[in-house]
């Protein structure tokens, strides 16, 4: 079946440094798609999303970028932060009409003093 | 805003026991989605209600799952009779649009153990 999927599970970066985080996606029909961050014991919060008509998006200090033809997402955060620690989910949402997302396993992301 | 509200925070339970999980939607936002969490299978939608009316149940395990919207700012979701494979975080989120507008906001959830 379709699904979403990340690359790596976790990811250690040195505080300062750019982190990028990898997302592979199947579904062809998928037509937006979201990155969210969770925290330990919180929900999942929005970071910032794409529509499948773009390539690029940037927001603060975050940039997702969207690469159709090989149907690959990706996040990047500028100068991490420890404040940055945290699970990275990737999620997508079928143009087809469903309003429900579905989600990749996850990135844990760890800041390095 | 206190934003979305889920309660209890935390329930543990014996398998058999009737469990019933709580949202309250922030208000002015007409669509609720039930997610379940889990390590082994990771965030999964369940049901999700657009203006208090089922849309899409197809990610409900089974039978021993349901869920309502008496109003429009609250729903619930019940597991009778619980399981241990039940045991996991689960989430809602409310969205105040619908399609591609609208982002989805999460609640703390309720972390399930059936014992």
């Known amino acids: 079946g379709e699904s979403v999927g990340l690359h790596l599970p976790t990811l250690s970066v040195q505080e300062g440094d750019n982190s990028i985080i990898n997302c592979a996606y199947s579904n062809s029909a998928s037509d937006y798609f979201i990155w969210y961050k969770q925290e330990s014991g919180k929900g999942p919060q929005f970071i910032i999303d794409?529509?499948?008509?773009?390539d690029k998006r940037q927001g603060q200090r975050v940039t997702v970028l969207l690469n159709k033809t090989v149907k690959h997402l990706s996040l990047q955060i500028a100068a991490t932060q420890p404040g940055d620690s945290a699970v990275y989910f990737c999620a997508e949402k079928d143009g087809g009409g469903a309003d429900g997302l579905t989600f990749g396993k996850g990135t844990h992301l760890i800041i390095q003093p | 805003d206190a934003g979305v509200i889920q309660s209890p925070r935390h329930e543990v339970t014996e398998m058999g026991q009737e469990v019933t999980l709580r949202c309250k939607l922030i208000s002015g936002h007409n669509s609720l989605f039930w997610y379940r969490q889990t390590m082994m299978r990771g965030l999964e939608l369940l049901i999700y209600?657009?203006?208090?009316?089922?849309?899409?149940d197809s990610g409900m395990p089974e039978d021993r799952f349901s869920a309502k919207m008496p109003n429009a700012s609250f729903s619930t979701l019940k597991i009778q009779p619980s399981e241990p494979r039940d045991s996991a975080v689960y989430f809602c989120?409310?969205?105040?649009?619908?399609?591609?507008?609208?982002?989805?906001?999460f609640g703390p959830g309720t972390r399930l153990t059936v014992l």
């Open positions: 209600f657009n203006n208090n009316v089922p849309i899409d």
């Open positions: 794409i529509r499948s008509n773009m």
């Open positions: 989120a409310s969205r105040a649009g619908q399609g591609l507008r609208g982002e989805q906001f």
